[in-house]
């Protein structure tokens, strides 16, 4: 029986522990030092890094890379339970090495780096040695890589990269940049001359390269090929959001039903109150669906690849925005106007929807490659009339019996008579 929703004990443990983990030390880190796991500031290090080291010394450093890679090999599904928990608390991803932007940028160095630039940037990067931004989307518009102009020119030995990019998040503190150029993928130093972040936006950076120069080996994939590498980056980033996402509506769930227990209104606690049962079972039974569909997604990719799975990984996409934006608002609601404060994770949870509908891909791009591809399995009617057009299907059943109907008048007349009762009423 293959269908199995169960965990191996072994594994649970491995859970167990993370969860106790996270509870235990990254929670009142990020309480009392937010911030702290990211800073390269000494003091804020020594409270991080012994951290990390504990997550090192169970097995569970980059969770997302292979074992010939140095991270434990476990695979989407596993990594999807995983996410479950990390994505619960700020500094978790980072703690456990699997923070965003740099594991897309690892797992494509990983598929497409060479020896020599796994060497320069991956392994640094994954023991957070260094730091990565992404640079794709451009001014003009973000949906369209068509519109997309940043180019390289070969030089000699060098590419001159010349073009305008914006929200390239963590991109102001980067060591390498992977600037996504009309004719390939390239890594650029955050220090290379010309490189020109601007003011604003402070966090998700707009940056100007003005005919900046990186020798010809920093050329990530085939020349021509950043598409595919792009794909490969964004599809990898996607459905690990999506995991997190299950994290945070997990989250907003447990606020509202201890909250729905916990104070009365009209003689009765709230969760007695029809319309809060009735935003409890349906936060319970989005967020199940989603969840189900990330496993379902992550299995897909472990037992394929992630272009097999790229229609259900933009479903998740969308879907996780949807249920986030959802669950979140209803949580608010149930909390009053302590759910309107930023005194619970709730506010800032609901404020991100927005953000989760936008990042990695408008919702509107997702849906419409998932209905492309989902169309792809299906054909146009001959006719006039759907396949499922039932007076035509039962046409069709009656050549079955034919010979028992031309046999029996009395069989026919009560076939005929039960069709025209079933058609009645329309
Ligand atoms: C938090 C965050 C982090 C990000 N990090 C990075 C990063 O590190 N690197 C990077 O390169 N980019 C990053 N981005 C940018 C992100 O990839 C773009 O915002 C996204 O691709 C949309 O582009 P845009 O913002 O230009 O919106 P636009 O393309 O201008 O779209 C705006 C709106 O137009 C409508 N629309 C657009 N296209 C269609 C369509 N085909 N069908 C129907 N409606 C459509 C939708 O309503 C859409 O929301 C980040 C974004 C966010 C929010």
């Known amino acids: 029986m293959a269908w199995d929703f169960s965990t ?12 106790q983990f996270c509870r235990t030390e990254i929670e009142p880190l990020d309480l009392v030092f937010p911030g702290a796991a990211y800073s390269r500031d000494p003091k804020a290090k020594a409270l991080a890094d012994p951290l990390k080291q504990q997550v090192k010394d169970h097995g569970l450093w980059a969770l997302f890379l292979d074992k010939d890679l140095g991270g434990p090999g476990f695979g989407q599904l596993k990594l999807a339970l995983l996410n479950e928990i990390l994505g619960r608390y700020r500094s978790a991803p980072v703690i456990f090495g699997t923070a965003a932007p740099d594991t897309g940028n690892m797992e494509m160095l990983a598929a497409y780096g060479t020896e020599e630039q796994k060497r320069r940037w991956l392994y640094p990067l994954m023991n957070q040695e260094i730091f990565s931004a992404y640079s794709m989307t451009e001014p003009e518009g973000g949906s369209d890589p068509s519109l997309f102009r940043t180019h390289a020119m070969r030089d000699g030995e060098e590419w001159v990269i010349t073009g305008e990019k914006w929200f390239t998040s963590a991109g102001a503190r980067a060591d390498i940049i992977f600037v996504m150029c009309t004719n390939g ?3 650029v130093p955050g220090d290379a001359p010309g490189v020109e972040i ?3 936006p402070p966090l998700h950076n707009h940056i100007r390269y003005n005919d900046v120069r990186v020798p010809a080996d920093h050329l990530l994939g085939p020349e021509d090929g950043a598409k595919v590498l792009a794909q490969r980056r964004l599809g990898g980033g996607r459905i690990h959001h999506a995991m997190r996402t299950v994290a945070q509506v997990k989250l907003a769930f447990d606020i509202m039903c201890e909250r729905a227990l916990s104070r009365q209104s009209h003689g009765k606690t709230i969760a007695e109150h029809q319309m809060v049962q009735e935003a409890i079972a349906d936060s319970y039974a989005e967020i199940n669906m989603l969840r189900l569909l990330v496993l379902w997604t992550a299995w897909t990719i472990d037992n394929s690849s992630t272009r097999e799975a790229r229609t259900q990984i933009a479903a998740c996409k969308y879907t996780a925005a949807k249920v986030l934006r959802e669950v979140s608002y209803r949580a608010m609601h149930i909390l009053g106007s302590l759910g309107t404060t930023n005194l619970t994770p709730l506010q800032a949870m609901w404020a991100s929807a927005p953000t989760m509908a936008v990042m990695d891909g408008v919702d509107e791009v997702h849906k419409v490659t998932v209905s ?3 169309l792809k399995s299906y054909e146009p009617h001959a006719g ?3 396949t499922e057009y039932i007076p035509a299907k039962r046409e069709e059943a009656r050549k079955k019996y034919a010979s028992l109907l031309a046999a029996d008048p009395d069989l026919a007349a009560w076939a005929d008579h039960a069709a025209r009762a079933t058609a009645r009423g329309h």
Request: glycine share 4%; aromatic share 20%.
């Open 8 to 19: 191996e004990p072994e594994f649970q443990q491995q859970l167990d522990w993370v969860e």
């Open 384 to 386: 006039l009339w759907p």
């Open 198 to 200: 601007m003011e604003y």
């Open 372 to 374: 492309r591809n989902v």
């Open 185 to 187: 993928m390239f890594g």
